[in-house]
């Protein structure tokens, strides 16, 4: 994905990895095979109907607004425990810092640190392993973190049965709490006249999007409101990792209804590829489609 620019505002994706994920365990549902239907504009980025995968991509957003660095999203990070079906990536190693600094960030330049949701996957890099501590990668930061899924997160790491969920707390958000960085948001923040938070719990308790509006210019950063193209067809395929079956569907639904043929640039935290598009109907069909935005090629 090339650079967006929303008036003076820009942003930029950074990559932690790339990793297919196969359909099937995705999406829990009994028939996948409508999917089928968009290969068009499904593959080759977002979807290998080969294996079949849908491609995850775990990225941070760098936005520069004339007076802010702001960091949407952590991914993975590095030294990390997972387990269960994510235990390939336990204590994996992987360039993202250098890839930040060839967009040209070291981490005392961010200033703000926004998790949509406090997923393993989106707070990994809120952290690093100095001498045998997890200390706060980015030091000057503010980690702006929602209220519902840090009383949430909290409540479960005390609990050894979600112990899949404890790890990322204890090494990527508890240490951001205890050195003071965390800023607690509920269902309003706003940043330079340029950036608001817009609820969308059902993914996570607590879960929120990112909306931009700069010089005549929308975008919106989706976090896990969507995690593959196809649910912009199929918004009512859930998805393994949602936490409100109900709820998450019927906020994507609501998402994709509410961006159908506007000229919004949608900036999903796990598309791989161009990422960024548009939600488009389709000629003859009540479906949506993902119009990859060409300025991102
Ligand atoms: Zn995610």
Not at 144 to 164: G, H, I, P, Q, W
Not at 167 to 192: K, R
Not at 211 to 227: A, F, K, Q, V, Y
């Amino acid at each position: 994905m090339k650079p967006q620019f929303f008036g003076d505002v820009s942003v930029e994706k950074v990559i932690d990895m790339i990793d297919p994920f196969p359909a099937e365990r995705a999406y829990p549902i009994d028939d996948l095979s409508p999917a089928e239907n968009y290969k068009s504009w499904l593959e080759p980025h977002f979807y290998n109907f080969e294996i079949p995968a849908i491609i995850l991509s775990f990225h941070s957003y760098i936005i520069r607004t004339p007076f802010h660095t702001i960091l949407v999203d952590t991914c993975i990070g590095n030294h990390k425990t997972f387990g269960g079906m994510l235990d390939k990536w336990n204590k994996r190693e992987g360039p993202f810092l250098d890839n930040l600094k060839k967009a040209g960030v070291t981490p005392e330049q961010v200033d703000y640190v926004m998790c949509t949701h406090l997923h393993a996957d989106h707070v990994g890099w809120n952290t690093q392993l100095k001498d045998g501590r997890w200390v706060p990668t980015f030091p000057r930061a503010k980690y702006v973190f929602s209220k519902n899924d840090l009383d949430t997160a909290m409540e479960r790491a005390k609990n050894t049965e979600t112990s899949y969920i404890a790890p990322a707390y204890q090494e990527s958000v508890l240490p951001v709490i205890e050195a003071g960085q965390v800023e607690i948001v509920e269902t309003d923040f706003a940043l330079d006249d340029a950036l608001t938070i817009l609820p969308t719990h059902g993914h996570t308790p607590g879960h929120y999007c990112l909306e931009i509006n700069s010089g005549g210019r929308e975008g919106i950063l989706t976090g896990d409101c969507l995690h593959n193209a196809v649910g912009i067809a199929h918004p009512e395929w859930t998805t393994t990792f949602c936490e409100d079956k109900a709820k998450s569907n019927a906020t994507r639904a609501a998402l994709v209804e509410s961006l159908t043929d506007r000229d919004v640039t949608l900036l999903p935290a796990h598309f791989a590829g161009p990422t960024a598009g548009r939600v488009r109907s389709q000629k003859g069909s009540d479906r949506r489609m993902f119009q990859v935005a060409p300025e991102a090629l």
